[in-house]
């Protein structure tokens, strides 16, 4: 990956190992995880188009509103109530290092949607030595225990849909500033997520640590990680950029343990080492004979950026 990518790669590992952390605090403080989810865009929303230009909101708005609201549905307004329920049952470790199943999910959509990001080799490796991270958690420190069984399915499921968002990003939405199609997509996703902050609101005002939960999870922890996503998506490609979900369950299992006093099971340490193998392994090599999606031969293919033909699409 390029210099730019791997300075993405790092903030948004950072910054998205936090949300998990925030999540467990307001939902344990007795936020419901729908009002949660709209707080958060919400904010993200207005951190973010205090800075992204308005005319070029308003042009992906006209241009691309389908494409969008696909992408805000599988980027945002399924995956983050999703989590927030998860959160309910499993601690916030286990919720960031089930989401890293997420690049096992972008290997199987891409057999049918995109033969660019199609793994093969020490890739390929890697992704089954994630997947058997994931089976690690699941079958020590979850199974027999229907409560955390459900919450981790939740999660697995808002992992599935993450797969999703980027390729339609990277297929549809990469000719845009990023600042403007995310915010944008803040702005529908704050719409589609309203209905469920009306339907379930707190039973009273949160307490002190669930506000500030929800104000550093809206306004540090969605609005600048989605914009360098968005950059880092279109250097490296949908597989790899997803491999940030290899990294940030390290930052969220730091800050479960040092804050919320959580001790991870046998499993959950089996299923991090595997999962960190995994991701080492993935980034190590690309599929040979194929240009990587920050080479300017693939790049110029199009104006809506390298997997705009189809067989290079994501």
Excluded at 155 to 175: D, E, N, Q, T, W
Aim: aromatic share 6%.
């Amino acid at each position: 990956m390029s210099a730019r990518a791997w300075t993405a790669f790092a903030v948004v590992s950072a910054l998205w190992g936090i949300p998990y952390l925030l999540i467990k605090v307001a939902v344990d403080e007795g936020v419901p995880p729908g009002f949660v989810a709209w707080v958060r865009v919400v904010l993200g929303a207005v951190a973010l188009l205090a800075f992204a230009p308005r005319a070029g909101v308003l042009k992906v708005f006209r241009g691309k509103v389908r494409w969008l609201a696909v992408f805000a549905l599988s980027e945002i307004v399924v995956p983050f109530p999703l989590i927030a329920v998860g959160e309910q049952h499993v601690s916030s470790s286990l919720a960031a290092i089930l989401i890293a199943a997420a690049p096992l999910f972008v290997a199987l959509l891409a057999l049918r949607f995109d033969a660019s990001e199609r793994v093969r080799g020490t890739r390929l490796a890697g992704l089954v030595i994630g997947l058997a991270g994931v089976v690690a958690l699941m079958g020590v420190d979850v199974a027999g225990r229907a409560d955390e069984a459900f919450g981790a399915v939740a999660i697995l499921a808002a992992a599935l849909f993450y797969a999703a968002g980027p390729m339609v990003l990277k297929r549809h939405l990469s000719g845009a500033d990023p600042r403007a199609s995310m915010g944008a997509t803040l702005i529908l996703a704050s719409v589609l997520l309203s209905p469920a902050a009306v339907l379930t609101p707190p039973a009273s005002m949160p307490p002190p640590p669930a506000i500030v939960a929800l104000l550093v999870l809206g306004l540090l922890c969605t609005a600048a990680p989605l914009v360098l996503y968005s950059v880092l998506i279109a250097e490296a490609g949908a597989g790899r950029a997803l491999l940030i979900t290899y990294v940030n369950p390290v930052v969220a299992v730091v800050l479960g343990v040092s804050i919320l006093g959580e001790r991870p099971g046998p499993g959950t340490i089996a299923g991090m080492l595997l999962i960190l193998a995994g991701s080492w392994l993935s980034a190590r090599g690309g599929p040979r004979g194929h240009p990587t999606p920050a080479d300017p031969a693939v790049a110029s293919r199009a104006p809506d950026g390298p997997a705009a033909e189809a067989g290079h699409a994501r």
